[in-house]
């Protein structure tokens, strides 16, 4: 096992990366920027380093200033967490070559899964379902118009490196098409420096269901089921939960099984995210997330499974603590993502936490690095806590959701707490009825009912 470990990260990620170290009895190197000196994650370290000012580009994305400090400090691995060089292949490979472990998949995988072509072609050619589109990017419009006509309307343009759902041109009819394949295009280049789209066919109303995976050394490969993340807003997940409230044991086993042949398949090493979208009973792979991710905390509380205590281990060379027949699946657990944001038009809210008081009780986890007279910097994303409920069944985990979000106190700053508590009172999200457009269309209905 590492003795000590670099978290190459902050706020709540850094604090779960350190607390799976701490129970492993791995020491922590804690790196950040000049704006985040005072943050929980460096207070609870073994050792903290500042890598560079406030601006990510300057700090947590600094490779020279993070490879440095794990040299100083004897790290022997980096941890990379979620977003900023989680899923940068050349972070992986330069770690690599200065003798540090980097714990998640080879550089190799991170850029197969990077490029989403690249990526549809390997996970297709080994049994996973694709949404249907065009097999390559499109040179021109001409090959956007065959691909479009074959594929039907509304149709989809997507950036082959695209994230964080930046990148999408929806396009309803074939007059439409030039102009939104430019768009895209442009916006892809200015975006991800990489100006190269695909086309493909626009589901209506899919939900986004994702399996979690998670493969050793050793050949061996599982699936931890799915999470439901079909909450989104601007196509970024708002509210998360496993299980899914559509899908059958059969259909969860089958997915899973299809998932976890095709990871094995890829030689895939570590933990990882097959994301899918789910119409009519069918599944369409868009891409694999080749990282821990933001909504990790869902299965870990329906499986019982320390998902990144076994990732430190799985990277350390040692096998899975589990195996596939180990894993079952109990009760019901929702996560939602905490923002300091204005609830209704979303601006961000940095500044002081005036008054915090974490919820709690049976049930209830609340993953956050934030505390009493923190400063919210306005520097990075506005999320500053996951609430996670866990309990039986769903509508108990839903009365759960509401009485933690009233013992919630993050006074002084804007949050999406009234968000939430306005949705759990709706009837289609009480039955699980909604899709990804759903929450947008709910909330365009809130804009207009508080302005009438
Ligand atoms: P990113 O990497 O930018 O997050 P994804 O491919 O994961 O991009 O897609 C993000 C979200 O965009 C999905 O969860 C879904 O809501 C929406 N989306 C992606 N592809 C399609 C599609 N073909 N039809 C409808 N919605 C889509």
Redesign the pocket.
């Given at each position: 096992m590492f003795k000590k470990v670099l978290i190459a990260n902050r706020g709540e990620i850094a604090m779960r990366v350190h607390r799976a170290c701490r129970e492993l009895g791995i020491q922590t190197v804690a790196v950040h920027s000049t704006a985040d000196s005072k943050a929980m994650h460096v207070r609870l370290a073994d050792e903290s380093v500042c890598i560079g000012p406030a601006q990510a580009k300057d700090s947590y994305l600094n490779i020279a200033a993070i490879v440095s400090a794990a040299e100083i400090t004897g790290a022997d691995a980096i941890h990379p967490g979620y977003g900023f060089l989680s899923e940068n292949a050349r972070f992986a490979d330069i770690v690599k070559a200065h003798g540090i472990t980097f714990i998640g998949p080879s550089a190799e995988h991170i850029r197969t899964m990077g490029d989403?072509i690249a990526a549809k072609k390997a996970v297709g050619d080994l049994g996973i379902p694709l949404?249907p589109?065009s097999p390559g990017a499109l040179a021109d419009f001409e090959e956007a118009k065959a691909a479009a006509s074959q594929i039907g309307y509304p149709a989809?343009i997507?950036?082959a490196s695209?994230?964080?759902?930046?990148?999408?041109k929806l396009v309803e009819e074939e007059s439409q098409l030039e102009e939104q394949l430019q768009a895209a295009q442009q916006e892809a280049l200015a975006a991800f420096g990489d100006g190269s789209v695909y086309i493909?066919?626009?589901?209506?109303q899919?939900r986004?269901i994702e399996i979690q995976i998670a493969a050793d050394s050793h050949g061996n490969v599982v699936h931890l089921g799915e999470r439901d993340?079909?909450l989104?807003r601007r196509?970024?997940?708002v509210l998360e939960e496993a299980p899914s409230p559509v899908l059958t044991a059969e259909e969860r086993a089958k997915i899973g099984e299809t998932t976890r042949k095709a990871i094995q398949g890829l030689g895939y090493l570590g933990v990882g995210t097959v994301?899918y979208?789910y119409e009519n009973g069918e599944f369409?792979f868009?891409?694999m997330n080749t990282r821990l991710q933001v909504e990790h905390p869902v299965t870990e509380q329906v499986t019982g499974i320390d998902l990144v205590r076994e990732q430190i281990s799985i990277a350390a060379g040692n096998p899975l603590s589990f195996t596939q027949e180990d894993v079952t699946f109990t009760g019901h657990a929702i996560e939602c993502r905490i923002n300091a944001e204005d609830p209704r038009t979303f601006v961000p809210s940095p500044g002081r936490i005036q008054e915090f008081h974490a919820p709690g009780g049976l049930g209830v986890r609340f993953d956050s690095a934030v505390y009493d007279g923190y400063d919210i910097p306005p520097f990075y994303d506005s999320m500053i806590g996951k609430l996670i409920v866990f309990g039986d069944n769903r509508e108990l985990v839903i009365a759960r959701l509401r009485r933690a979000l009233e013992e919630t106190v993050l006074a002084g700053i804007n949050t999406t707490i009234p968000l939430f508590e306005d949705l759990l009172d709706d009837e289609d999200f009480k039955t699980g009825d909604y899709h990804?457009?759903w929450l947008g269309e709910w909330l365009a209905k809130q804009e207009e009912a508080g302005e009438g």
């Open positions: 989403k949404v589109g989809l997507k950036a695209g994230g964080g759902g930046r990148g999408m493909e066919r626009y589901l209506k899919p986004h993340c079909s989104q196509n970024q997940k994301e979208l369409f868009i891409e990804i457009h």
